[in-house]
Structure formats: structure tokens, C-alpha cells
Nanobody
Framework: QVQLVESGGGLVRPGGSLTLSCKAS????????MTWYRQAPGKQRELVAG???????EYLDSVKARFTVSRDNAKNTMYLQMNSLKPEDTAVYYC?????????????WGQGTQVTVSS
């Protein structure tokens, strides 16, 4: 059984910062790509940032230069450092990871963490 758990969301003022964490646990052999998505009310889920096992990254254009994705492979954890937050960053943030367990490779999702940017 593999689980992903996000943490670090909350309420922050415009211009503020937050760091999200996504920790994988369970029967894990390898973790491949890890990705942050977000979904705002009434909108489709969108890819925010992703990182491969080798450290290559990609970002949504609107968050480039403000957000930084990283991972600690020893801790099976991915992070999203979010700076200069804007009200339009308000959403539920989800992590996704492609994980090889004991017998299968699967794509797993966390439960989501709310980020609200408001004055």
C-alpha cells in the first residue's frame, strides 16, 4: 500500500510565502516523476510543477520565477516553495507520483492541501 500525504497549506497574504510538502510512504521500491497540481473552484486541475527522479523540472508559465519544486529522495518527499503568492494561486494543491511498489508501478495522488491567498 502506497500513500501520499501533503502538508503545509494555509492562509497567506498576497506577496507571502508557503512551502508545501508531499511525503510518500508504504511499500516503495522507486519513485519516478513527482508532480504538483492545483484546482481552483470552478476550474480544471492544472499542472503546477514537476520533477523527475534525476532532478529535471518543469513549471506552469504563471508560476515560473516564483515557485521552486524540489525533492529529497532519501526521505521520499517532494517540496514546493511558493514565493510572491497571488490571489490567483488560491486552490487545492495535490501531489502525484509514479511509484514502483513491490510488484507494480502505479500513479498515486495525495488528498490535497488548501492554499488561500487573501488580504
Amino acid at each position: 500500500q502506497v500513500q501520499l500525504v501533503e502538508s503545509g497549506g494555509g492562509l497567506v497574504r498576497p506577496g507571502g510565502s508557503l512551502t508545501l510538502s508531499c511525503k510518500a510512504s508504504g511499500s516503495i521500491f522507486s519513485i519516478y516523476a513527482m508532480t504538483w497540481y492545483r484546482q481552483a473552484p470552478g476550474k480544471q486541475r492544472e499542472l503546477v510543477a514537476g520533477i523527475t527522479s534525476g532532478g529535471s523540472t518543469e513549471y506552469l508559465d504563471s508560476v515560473k520565477a516564483r515557485f521552486t519544486v524540489s525533492r529529497d529522495n532519501a526521505k521520499n518527499t517532494m517540496y514546493l516553495q511558493m514565493n510572491s503568492l497571488k490571489p490567483e494561486d488560491t486552490a487545492v494543491y495535490y501531489c502525484n507520483a509514479d511509484i514502483k511498489g513491490r510488484d507494480i508501478i502505479g500513479s498515486y495522488w495525495g488528498q490535497g492541501t488548501q492554499v488561500t491567498v487573501s488580504s
